[in-house]
């Protein structure tokens, strides 16, 4: 937030909260024009608070936001979008949790990225809206990662830059992508996983295709599978950490 500026007034989407304090609430928020911002909403958690239905976790709403001593203060709220379908059960709880969640470990403080909110909210309304959860979140996890200079390349061996033929490859979170079977046979130490051709053609599909034309898909559930035990392997490796939500949400399943 420049610093001229004491208050401004943007819309975001809530990544994170917690109590604070008898009544308080500290919030992680990725703004539409700052980025994301931590903030204090003073007094929020009162029954007689005006601002308390507006700060549910994914939430979308516009914020008054302005400067304070050690965090900034945000001062109103109002709800733009409540996402209220995929919150009626825990597994949508779960995929808008595990969603907000891949944005917060991804960000900084006041790094703002339009492109990533927008990606952010896209697959928030398509996941409310009913469509296929694991598409969406394929689609999500993907393009994140486009958009934060961590792309997986899945057309040419990222050891020996030949394109890559129809056949199982092999891909790498270290190394940034697949690498072919000559260039496997040939490596030791690094922390490489086999992938199918069948895999690796959708995983291109999803990469280059946009949410829109990614929904006349129907999925094998072979496929899903696939597709999820390679992206996370990737994003686990990629972020250097450990995401929560998979975890609730493998419960949930079971």
């Keep these: 937030m420049p610093a001229r500026e004491r208050s401004i007034r943007t819309e975001g989407i809530i990544l994170r909260r917690r109590d604070f304090g008898e009544s308080d609430r500290i919030l992680v928020l990725f703004t539409r024009k700052l980025g994301r911002v931590s903030g204090i909403a003073k007094g929020s958690r009162k ?3 005006k601002i308390s239905g507006h700060l549910e976790l994914f939430m979308r709403s516009s914020f008054l936001i302005s400067r304070g001593r050690n965090l900034h203060l945000i001062t109103q709220a ?9 919150r009626e059960n825990l597994q949508g709880i779960g995929q808008g949790s595990y969603i907000v969640e891949l944005v917060d470990a991804v960000t900084f403080e006041e790094g703002s990225n339009l492109n990533l909110y927008e990606l952010l909210l896209t697959a928030l309304k398509a996941l409310d809206s009913g469509d296929d959860p694991a598409i969406v979140t394929h689609f999500f996890e993907l393009h994140l990662l486009g958009l934060v200079g961590f792309q997986p390349e899945f057309f040419i061996c990222v050891e020996c830059g030949k394109k890559i033929t129809e056949q199982d490859q ?3 979170g270290e190394l940034g992508g ?15 996983r086999p992938v199918s051709a069948r895999i690796l053609k ?22 899903k599978r696939g597709l999820e035990e390679v992206i996370r392997y990737y994003l686990t490796h990629t972020l250097e950490g450990h995401l929560n939500s998979p975890e609730f949400m493998n419960r949930i399943k079971s």
């Excluded at 109002?78 to 995929?86: H, I, K, W």
């Excluded at 697949?178 to 490489?192: E, Q, R, Y």
């Design 78 to 86: 109002e709800t733009l979008d409540s996402f209220d379908s995929l």
């Design 170 to 172: 092999y891909i790498s």
């Design 202 to 223: 959708y995983l291109r599909h999803f990469q280059r295709s946009s949410l829109q034309e990614l929904m006349a898909l129907n999925l094998p559930i072979d496929i």
């Design 178 to 192: 697949v690498v072919c079977p000559a260039c496997m046979a040939a490596l030791s130490g690094a922390d490489i």
């Design 47 to 49: 029954p007689s608070s």
